[in-house]
């Protein structure tokens, strides 16, 4: 599965961008899809997860109550909406696919990752 995340930028503290995440080919059917990210000199680190078809999600407590992720099985695209941007949000935004219907919170369990998308949050 090749995957295809878009919708990174960059904004000012407080501000808002949406994420989108949609395969390159085939659908997000049976599949849970996950977002991590990585700034700069850190690891990556998970951010939310939503299961198939959508009745489970869970957030890092990071983003929990500004960061909203969706999808929509139709399109097969996933979305991570992002209000009340800070700069320690700034890092490069991955979605990733994984076989664990309920979603993961490990990256481990997730074996196809799209490129990244940049997000600069400035002060």
């Known amino acids: 599965v090749q995957l295809q995340a878009s919708g990174g930028g960059l904004v000012q503290t407080g501000g808002s961008l949406r994420l989108s995440c949609a395969p390159s080919?085939?659908?997000?059917?049976?599949?849970?899809i996950g977002w991590f990210r990585q700034a700069p000199g850190k690891e990556r680190e998970f951010v939310a997860t939503?299961?198939?078809?959508?009745?489970?999600?869970y957030y890092a407590n990071a983003v929990k109550g500004r960061f909203t992720i969706s999808r929509d099985n139709g399109k097969s695209t996933v979305y991570l909406q992002m209000n009340s941007l800070k700069p320690e949000d700034t890092a490069v935004y991955y979605c990733?696919?994984?076989?664990?219907?309920?979603?993961?919170?490990?990256?481990?369990?997730?074996?196809?990752w799209g490129q990244g998308t940049q997000v600069t949050v400035s002060s």
């Open positions: 939503i299961s198939w078809p959508g009745t489970k999600i």
């Open positions: 990733a696919t994984s076989r664990v219907l309920n979603g993961a919170t490990a990256s481990s369990e997730y074996p196809y």
């Open positions: 080919g085939g659908t997000f059917d049976y599949w849970s």
